[in-house]
């Protein structure tokens, strides 16, 4: 009669502790399925201008301004303001660099006060948009002062 007691004691244990790791393996498994079914991230939409070649008017002598400029957009719509207007928006940041300061833009602090000024520059409606831009950033992806 122990020996029954206890087989059954044993059995039921092993039952119990089988049952309990494949509700946990199931409980991983739905969680990993989770995972995989979230979506990423949507891409980043950038829109890249060509190079610009300024002239920067200084006290003492003039300097050359190279910069590359990135603009990290919102969405599409953006996008494609942007390449409507691309005239416009090449004057628009040809205006803002040209009227920098030599010594300001040489620091990481003019750098993004420049980047600033540019957003600002190009949120701005093109008419006859309603709505400019929405610019989440501005990327130098080069920057010479010579």
């Known amino acids: 009669m122990k ?6 004691i044993v059995v039921g244990a ?10 946990r393996q199931g409980g991983e498994s739905s969680a990993a399925a989770g995972a995989v079914t979230t ?19 200084g006290e003492s002598r003039n300097r050359i301004l190279y910069a590359g400029v990135t603009l990290r957009l919102a969405d599409q719509a953006s996008r494609k303001i942007i390449e409507d207007y691309m005239p416009e928006v090449r004057d628009r940041a040809l205006k803002v660099l040209s009227s920098q300061d030599i010594a300001r833009v040489q620091s990481p602090e003019g750098q993004q006060v420049l ?12 008419t006859p948009q309603p709505a400019g831009p929405r610019i989440d950033d501005v ?6 002062v010579q």
């Not at 020996?3 to 059954?8: A, P, S």
């Not at 829109?47 to 920067?56: G, I, N």
């Not at 000024?117 to 190009?122: E, G, P, S, T, Y």
């Open 115 to 126: 980047a600033d000024a540019l957003r600002a520059a190009l949120t701005r409606p093109f």
């Open 3 to 8: 020996l029954v007691l206890m087989l059954v």
């Open 139 to 144: 990327l130098f992806t080069a920057f010479v």
């Open 39 to 57: 979506e990423p991230p949507p891409a980043p939409i950038f829109a890249e201008l060509a190079p610009f070649t300024v002239t920067l008017y």
């Open 14 to 23: 092993t039952i119990g502790a089988t049952m309990l790791f494949i509700s």
